[in-house]
T-cell receptor, first 116, second 111 residues
Framework: DTEVTQTPKHLVMGMTNKKSLKCEQH?????MYWYKQKAKKPPELMFV???????INESVPSRFSPECPNSSLLNLHLHALQPEDSALYLC???????????????FGEGSWLTVV | SQQGEEDPQALSIQEGENATMNCSYK?????LQWYRQNSGRGLVHLIL?????REKHSGRLRVTLDTSKKSSSLLITASRAADTASYFC???????????FGGGTRVLVKP
C-alpha cells in the first residue's frame, strides 16, 4: 500500500471561515509534507514534519497552521485565508526525511482549495 | 524558490515518438528525482537518480545525470497518449533535506 489519502478533495471557504485539510498514510513513514501548487506552476514546499515534529516551515503565513497528531496523520488548519491562497494543496510522505539519500516521496491526490 | 529549470516548457509529439526533456539545476545535489502529474492530480514518482549515478532505466523511461553540467534528462521512448502529463524534475541539495521542484514540462502525446 503506497497510498497517501487526502480529504476533502475540494473545499470552498470564505475568508472568515476556519477549515482543515486532512492527510493520512499507513506506510509507516516518519516524514510528512505539505506542498502548495498554483495552476501551471511546480509544487512549493510549505512544511515538513519528521518524527511528528515540525522540522521545516518555509516562512508560511500563520493563517496556515499544520498539526501532526500522530505518525499517520497530518492536518493543515486554515483560518482567515485570502483569495490568492486558492490552490491545490498536496500532502506527501516518505520513509525518512529527505536528508537521507534515496528517499522517495509519495504524494496524495491533493485538496483543491478555493477561497471566496 | 526553484532549484531546477526545465526545457522545453511544453512538448507536443505523435504517439510512438520519443520525448526528451531536460532539467538544469544550480547547486550540488544529493539526488534528482522525476515525477509525473496528470492534470489536476497528485504527483507520481518515476525515477530517482543519485549524484554518483549517471544513468537509470525504468521501463520506457531513461534518465541521465551529468553533475559536471548540473543537468539531467528524461527520455520517454515509444510514447503513448497516456503519457500526456506534466513532468517535473526535483532535487535534494547535497547535505539538504528538502525536495525542490523545477518548473515542469507539459507533454502532449497525440494519438
Amino acid at each position: 500500500d503506497t497510498e497517501v489519502t487526502q480529504t476533502p478533495k475540494h473545499l470552498v471557504m470564505g475568508m472568515t471561515n476556519k477549515k482543515s485539510l486532512k492527510c493520512e498514510q499507513h506506510m509507516g513513514h516518519r516524514a510528512m509534507y505539505w506542498y502548495k501548487q498554483k495552476a501551471k506552476k511546480p509544487p512549493e514546499l510549505m512544511f515538513v514534519y519528521s518524527y511528528e515534529k515540525l522540522s521545516i516551515n518555509e516562512s508560511v503565513p500563520s493563517r496556515f497552521s499544520p498539526e501532526c497528531p500522530n505518525s499517520s496523520l497530518l492536518n493543515l488548519h486554515l483560518h482567515a485565508l485570502q483569495p490568492e491562497d486558492s490552490a491545490l494543496y498536496l500532502c506527501a510522505s516518505s520513509q525518512l526525511d529527505m536528508g537521507f539519500a534515496g528517499n522517495t516521496i509519495y504524494f496524495g491526490e491533493g485538496s483543491w482549495l478555493t477561497v471566496v | 524558490s526553484q532549484q531546477g529549470e526545465e526545457d522545453p516548457q511544453a512538448l507536443s509529439i505523435q504517439e510512438g515518438e520519443n520525448a526528451t526533456m531536460n532539467c538544469s539545476y544550480k547547486t550540488s545535489i544529493n539526488n534528482l528525482q522525476w515525477y509525473r502529474q496528470n492534470s489536476g492530480r497528485g504527483l507520481v514518482h518515476l525515477i530517482l537518480i543519485r549524484s554518483n549515478e549517471r544513468e537509470k532505466h525504468s521501463g520506457r523511461l531513461r534518465v541521465t545525470l551529468d553533475t559536471s553540467k548540473k543537468s539531467s534528462s528524461l527520455l520517454i521512448t515509444a510514447s503513448r497518449a497516456a503519457d500526456t502529463a506534466s513532468y517535473f524534475c526535483a532535487t535534494v541539495k547535497a547535505a539538504g533535506n528538502k525536495l525542490t521542484f523545477g518548473g515542469g514540462t507539459r507533454v502532449l502525446v497525440k494519438p
